[in-house]
């Protein structure tokens, strides 16, 4: 089965805009795994832009399914992952200037620092895993590493479909498949996300190597005509649609 994980983050982004305590994350998460969701993620920044840390708290409580914790390979964030131990953890680059991350981890030219950081982690129980481009170098190192599961960015493929750049998108779209053939054969485990929408998720779903999408933004921005629970169950719909 294709698992859902649905990224929170941007229920944060709004109830920070306002400075308020409304829009609740946790909330949204509930009504995720009430919709269909598989698990939740969330991406605690280093500048807490969106998720800040009693949110972190509150999710570990209140989640019945599995939390993704989204980092950067950064000491403090290790610190608060070895406290929470959560299901999952998907180191991702971070840059403070970024509107949101940009491409994947430069893993192979930081191949010896990466396994002595996720080392403890494997060590917690959480499942470790990589966020990259669909890059072989890339996978190789993040398997060298002892990361269990890859998360390949799906970034650029979206984006080449939204600007109607087709032959460009179908090219990263060949990558991505072949990636995920060469990192399942290597016994790393596969996940995508960023950017993914309706448009867009259905031939990556149908890749049979894949395993969970996580999806955030486009969600969350549905939800404002649909509702939340309506939005995840027709991206749900077309995931299994792919699938089947």
Partial sequence: MLRLGVN?????TVRNARGSAYPDPVRAAKLAEEAGADGITAHLREDRRHIADADIDA?????SVPLNFEMAATDEMQAIA??????????VPEKRE?????????VAREENKLAHFIAPLRDAGCRVSIFIAAD???????NRIGAQVIEL???AYCDFHAEGRFEERDAELARLTNMA???????????AGHGLTYETVQPIAAQPEVME??????LIGESIFRGLAPAIEEMRRLMDDARA
């Fill in 8 to 12: 929170i983050d941007h229920v944060a």
């Fill in 59 to 63: 999710l570990m409580e209140a989640l």
């Fill in 82 to 91: 070895l406290r929470h131990k959560p299901h999952a953890v998907c180191i």
């Fill in 98 to 106: 970024e509107r949101t991350t940009e491409g994947g981890l430069e």
């Fill in 136 to 142: 072989e170098a890339q996978i190789e190192a993040a």
């Fill in 153 to 155: 960015h799906t970034g």
């Fill in 181 to 191: 053939s060469f990192a399942h054969a290597l016994g790393l485990e596969v996940h």
């Fill in 213 to 218: 999408l996580n999806i955030g933004h486009f």
